[in-house]
């Protein structure tokens, strides 16, 4: 587990290249944000967070799997991750900021479609 990066992923990477290319300017994992968020568009007051989908357990998806040895551990850690995800996103609505989350499987489908939808409400908020 050592080795799993938390910042500057594969999806990340390819989700900050598409929203500067469509003009979207950034700051990434701003520090005094609850939870750090992937990308901060402090223009639009908007936090962006690019979840894998194994690690925050996207609902539905086939990439949330279990492993089959310690499954009790994985399940603590797991129950660990989307309760830290709820209340990172409880904590900037209530501080005002709009919160976005994006899947690593759905980038990986369709990530214009994706930006699309970003754009949208993103620019939206203002």
């Given at each position: 587990?050592?080795?799993?990066?938390?910042?500057?992923?594969?999806?990340?990477?390819?989700?900050?290249?598409?929203?500067?290319?469509?003009g979207f300017?950034?700051r990434l994992?701003?520090?005094?944000?609850?939870?750090?968020?992937?990308?901060?568009?402090?223009?639009?007051?908007?936090?962006?967070?690019?979840?894998?989908?194994?690690?925050?357990?996207?609902?539905?998806?086939?990439?949330?799997?279990?492993?089959?040895?310690?499954?009790?551990?994985?399940?603590?850690?797991?129950?660990?991750?989307?309760?830290?995800?709820?209340?990172?996103?409880?904590?900037?609505?209530?501080?005002?900021?709009?919160?976005?989350?994006?899947?690593?499987?759905?980038?990986?489908?369709?990530?214009?479609?994706?930006v699309n939808?970003?754009?949208?409400?993103?620019?939206?908020?203002?």
């Amino acid at each position: 587990m050592s080795r799993i990066r938390g910042r500057n992923t594969g999806p990340e990477i390819r989700l900050r290249s598409l929203l500067h290319r469509a003009g979207f300017r950034f700051r990434l994992h701003v520090k005094d944000l609850p939870g750090k968020p992937d990308i901060v568009l402090p223009r639009y007051h908007t936090a962006i967070f690019v979840h894998g989908c194994f690690w925050h357990r996207h609902a539905g998806c086939r990439n949330t799997t279990m492993p089959s040895t310690r499954t009790e551990f994985w399940q603590k850690k797991f129950d660990g991750n989307v309760e830290r995800d709820r209340c990172n996103r409880v904590a900037l609505e209530g501080a005002g900021w709009t919160v976005i989350t994006v899947w690593e499987c759905d980038l990986k489908a369709d990530a214009l479609r994706i930006v699309n939808r970003l754009s949208s409400e993103i620019r939206k908020t203002t």
